[in-house]
């Protein structure tokens, strides 16, 4: 059975930064792709980044280029996001999913619980 | 940046069919996903490839693609399918979602 647990999430000020991590287990994770996708208090899902099952390739959503970095661990199956240069805007749970890519293009077939980043003073 | 439309809100009555569309420039020319997400859940896909359902979804959920819209059709309603539903697709290697939608089964 797949299962992606996130976790580090907390309040953290403007400005400041966090790091989430994506334990993951049950399938080969070196073999998928990976991405973080966020949901804002009371608001719909966005897609934040994505990275492949070798980590060679990484994209990222306009609103965190240049502040968020993506980066995985495959001797520790774990996802990674560092969170730089943090604002109030990103406040949101986020997601950590498993990506499959059989038909030529990625689906997040795979979700986890979520961990909540506040951002505020 | 490529948008999708999605309408707020679908009602229906059970055992009716729901129809949730997905509006976006040549939306066609794209794969596109369904998601659902109940009150305090993480999503679910529910629909991938425009039209292929993941084992373990009802058939009662299919899907289609065709010009600028994608439509997410549930046969036969239930309760249980009330829900937020979420369209994606990919554009120039970045995912967008639809704004969704929020399906009450009335």
């Known amino acids: 059975e797949v299962q992606l647990v996130e976790s580090g999430g907390g309040l953290v000020q403007p400005g400041g930064s966090l790091r989430l991590s994506c334990a993951a287990s049950g399938f080969t994770f070196s073999s998928y792709a990976m991405s973080w996708v966020r949901q804002g208090p009371g608001k719909g899902l966005e897609w934040v980044s994505t990275?492949?099952?070798?980590?060679?390739?990484?994209y990222y959503a306009d609103s965190v280029k240049g502040r968020f970095s993506i980066s995985r661990d495959n001797s520790k199956n774990t996802l990674y996001v560092q969170m730089n240069s943090l604002r109030v805007e990103d406040t949101a749970i986020y997601y950590c999913?498993?990506?499959?890519?059989?038909?030529?293009?990625?689906?997040?077939?795979?979700w986890g619980q979520g961990t909540l980043v506040t951002v505020s003073s | 940046s490529y948008e999708l439309t999605q309408p707020p809100s679908v009602s229906v009555s059970p055992g009716q069919t729901a129809s949730i569309t997905c509006s976006g420039d040549?939306?066609?020319?794209?794969?596109v996903c369904w998601y659902q997400q109940k009150s305090g859940q993480s999503p679910v896909l529910v629909i991938y490839q425009d039209s292929k359902r993941p084992s373990g979804i009802p058939e009662r959920f299919s899907g289609a693609n065709s010009g600028s819209t994608a439509t997410l059709t549930i046969s036969g309603t239930q309760a249980m399918d009330e829900a937020d539903y979420y369209c994606q697709a990919w554009d120039s290697s970045t995912a967008v979602f639809g704004g969704g939608t929020k399906l009450t089964v009335l």
């Open positions: 040549r939306l066609g020319d794209r794969n």
């Open positions: 990275i492949s099952g070798s980590g060679g390739s990484t």
């Open positions: 999913a498993k990506e499959d890519d059989s038909s030529g293009y990625y689906v997040s077939v795979n």
